[in-house]
């Protein structure tokens, strides 16, 4: 029978069980050489020496200078490869244009990483680009890893390894905290000294030549001393790495990012609408909401979020209940709360009652609760018992400030009891000065967050709400069913519209063909007809029937309303001539004939019905972002888009939850969902219609911009009634064009396979929508399947989670990718899925480990080789160098199945399991 074969353990949510750590000999090296080493005075080579030295990290330090015998009284070395024991990384401090022999000569001894320090790189130009092709060239023949150039270095304080020239080496902690900014690095070191702010890492990133955001990300996501995650970030580098590794690492550990540049004004304005809205810092906002990282905009809130979130539950929702002995500070509490789009909790019934029952009749009897000046310690306690346990709260705040009658220190102690029972995050603020020191040290303690102004406390339970609301949505199971949009959709055609006009030269598709490649997506599109003269605008129109509208129909001009190319509400064949005529005439005023191609802007109009508008106007679009690639937008459409403002950024491909996701963030939003006694519209429809347009969109990288604008949408119908979309110069070489920067849905690995006989299963990558599928299928898994899956028994509750499918299911496509055996019911339509093999990467390496998992009935009938076949397939279509799967060493038939398909199987974890290896390349 076909048997399963696993990772070792594959806990919910779980990033540390990679073994091999490429990264790990970058901070927990045993002999380092640095090349540059010197006693001159204040230079960063002397300085670097001396902090390697006088913090012991457990290993050697090999000074390399070929001008001196010794530096520091450390015997030197002319040269690494002169250097008489193996080192594992080299910290170069040398002018810029020795550093590719240095990487070149440390390769062909075996050294493994490299820490750059010195600058003189890209950011000089050409010289400094070439510098860096050399070294990359040189440092992949030896499978080394580089962190730099142009960097303030490493830090490790737990080992004590400190590889930087900072003053001094961070105090030991639970924070990994990345910095593309190495001056802000020295600032941020001195400011925890003071803070007593703790750290595992600490990383000067630099330009990023090799080791990147998402190498990092991995490497403390599967540190066992890093709790949480905070990044300084100048760019985003390689997008497509960022947000692959964040959306793993996130929902185990914190990702806490300042990047500056939110009021940047010097982005260009584009041909499009949506163009014009897509500022790249709200592009950024929008990735670090589908990557579940939190964006905080200043270094003291990075640091009180590390601390907060290492401390109290993530709440379920935006509704803090404020307790106050003061009336004042909560209400600048409720002030700052409601700016940074929190809401205060509406007391329930029964709240009320038990809070007349405890507080004097004069307390405030609303939220803020004003528990009045005199309030005791137990009046303290009970107050927030009662506010706890109302359904209705997602959050506690609880403020002192020092009067006559106020105890801070035993107020602390009061609420120690209830700082991690309650399920809900607890927060303080703790006013004053000397008096309410005692009481802040308690808190601390406990692990409530106590910070010294109500305000500030306030605004991190926002960032609170909306890091939980971030990481909700990563693995939100779509409420709509999987639909095959391939069967659909017709991408060949979309294809071809935009191969012609790229053969004839344009980057501008007419608004007809626009409109053609939207229904190929089956996106629903106004009848269009066109016409190239003024009879057959009338022709056309009686075919329609009046009302009609007609459009400029000319591949040259942009935007129709600006040269009068649209005419509304015609209502017979007179004014339809004249519309003609007119709309020619005001082309020739406002931009003359021919464009400067010699290309002619009027080649006739198009005649469309006049739709009732009895809808809301929506805009649909997307543009390319310099960092993300292409860029969705949805919002409130038509002429005034670009004064009102009300849009929403996302990223390509979406679900249908994603879509819904994106709309929620718009004011226009709410009238959809129906306002004033107007009938909502079908936001199920509207859903699908923007996960179509996403698709259209991944599917089609030569699209540089595309609006449809308006998109009419009413309770009744939603119809396109323009469009617009421009490509890309077409002699832009293809490999030139901007990349997705989340993987879409590998469409190349969908199959079939037919058993012996001749049933038909298909074979595809999973979808967000499978989870329901995947929880029936584990449902039937026998007991010995399940051991033979988890190498241990395990509770359906536990393999069968939803943290655990929904996580497979929302796999980035990049990192992991699971193909599910689905069958259908001939009668009935339904589907199963019953059987699923899973190819996981491992994090910096061209490696992988794979799994499958076949349902009892369905075992023995050779669909277990088939998987095999196909996930091996997948890994080599991937460019994988080597896979593994883990099985027991009772799984007599994958042993056999292995050993025929060439597999290396050898025991491990003292003889308990096989790993069965294959090397690819």
Known sequence: ??????????????????????????????????????????????????????????????????????????????????????????????????????????????????????????????????????????????????????????????????????????????????????????????????????????????????????????????????????????????????????????????????????????????????????????????????????????????????????????????????????????????????????????????????????????????????????????????????????????????????????????????????????????????????????????????????????????????????????????????????????????????????????????????????????????????????????????KYAEDIGYPVVLKLHSETITHKTDVGGVKLNLQNADEVREAYHSIQQSLLEKVGQKDKDGKPHFLGVTVQPMIQPDGYEIILGSSVDAQFGPVLLFGLGGQLVEIFKDRALGLPPLNATLARRMMEQTKIYQALKGVRGRKAVDLAALEQVLVRFSRLVSDNLWIKEVDINPLLVSPDRIIALDARVVIHDPLLPEEELPKLAIRPYPTQYVTTWSDKKNCIYKIRPALPEDEPLLVKFHENLSDRTVYLRFLHPMLLSQHAAHERLSRICHGDYDREITLVVELEDCETGERRIIGATRLSKLHSLDEARFSILISDLYQGKGLGKELLKQILHVAKEEKLKRVEGIITPDNVTMKHLFTKLGFNLKPINGNKHLCAEMILQ
């Open 1 to 538: 029978m076909d048997r399963t074969i696993l990772p070792t353990f594959d806990p919910v949510h779980d990033v540390l069980h990679y073994g091999k750590k490429p990264l790990e000999i970058l901070f927990s090296p045993k002999n380092v050489a640095v090349i540059g080493a010197t006693e001159n005075p204040n230079t960063v080579g002397r300085t670097l020496l001396w902090n390697l030295i006088s913090s012991p990290f457990g290993g050697a330090v090999f000074p390399v200078n070929p001008k001196r015998s010794s530096v520091l009284g450390i015997k030197a070395y002319p040269t690494i490869a002169d250097v008489p024991e193996a080192v594992d990384v080299v910290v170069i401090t040398t002018p810029a244009p020795t550093i590719p022999d240095i990487i070149r000569q440390s390769v062909e001894v075996g050294v493994k990483g490299a820490i750059i320090i010195s600058a003189g790189f890209k950011e000089i130009g050409k010289d400094g680009a070439e510098l860096e092709r050399q070294i990359l060239e040189y440092a992949k023949k030896g499978n080394m890893r580089i962190i730099g150039p142009n960097c303030l270095g490493v830090m490790n304080p737990i080992s004590g390894f400190n590889a930087t020239f900072a003053t001094t080496i961070a105090q030991k902690g639970s924070v990994g905290f990345i910095s593309q900014s190495g001056a802000l690095c020295t600032a941020v070191l001195d400011w925890s000294l003071k803070a007593n702010v703790g750290f595992s890492a600490f990383v000067s990133i630099g330009s990023m030549l090799d080791v990147g955001w998402g190498d990092l990300i991995y490497y403390l996501g599967d540190d066992p001393n890093t709790e949480s995650i905070v990044i300084y970030m100048e760019t985003i580098g390689d997008a497509r790495a960022f947000l692959s590794a964040a959306r793993e690492v996130a929902l185990l550990k914190p990702i806490i990012v300042i990047k500056p540049g939110r009021t940047a004004g010097a982005a260009k304005a584009a041909a499009s609408h949506t163009g014009s809205l897509t500022g790249s810092d709200e592009v950024l906002e929008a990735a670090f909401r589908r990557s579940g990282v939190l964006r905080v905009n200043s270094i003291a809130e990075l640091f009180y979020m590390a601390d907060i979130l290492a401390k109290q539950p993530r709440p379920k929702g935006s509704r803090l209940t404020i307790l106050t002995n003061a009336g004042g500070p909560g209400v600048i509490a409720t002030d700052a709360l409601l700016m940074n789009g929190g809401q205060l909790t509406e007391l329930s019934p029964q709240t009320m009652e038990e809070f007349n029952q405890i507080l004097p009749s004069v307390w405030s009897k609303n939220n803020p609760v004003d528990i009045i000046g005199d309030a005791s310690p137990e009046r303290y306690a009970k107050a927030l018992e009662i506010a706890a346990n109302d359904p209705n709260s997602d959050g506690l705040l609880v403020i002192l400030t020092p009067q006559s009658m106020t105890d801070p220190t035993k107020t602390a102690e009061q609420l120690v009891p209830y700082a991690q029972n309650l399920g809900k995050p607890v927060l303080a603020s703790w006013m004053g000065g000397e008096e309410v020191e005692e009481g802040i040290k308690i808190l601390s303690r406990a692990k409530i967050p106590a910070f010294p102004y109500p305000d500030t406390a306030a605004r991190m339970f926002t960032y609170m709400s909306q890091f939980a609301e971030n990481l909700a949505s990563l693995y939100e199971t779509p409420k709509t069913s999987y639909t095959d949009l391939s069967v659909e959709i017709d991408n060949q055609a979309a294809e071809q519209i935009i191969q012609r006009a790229r053969s004839e030269g344009r980057t501008l598709l007419s608004e007809f063909e626009s409109k053609q490649l939207l229904s190929c997506y089956k996106i629903p599109i106004v009848q269009t007809m066109i016409a190239s003269d003024q009879e057959e605008a009338v």
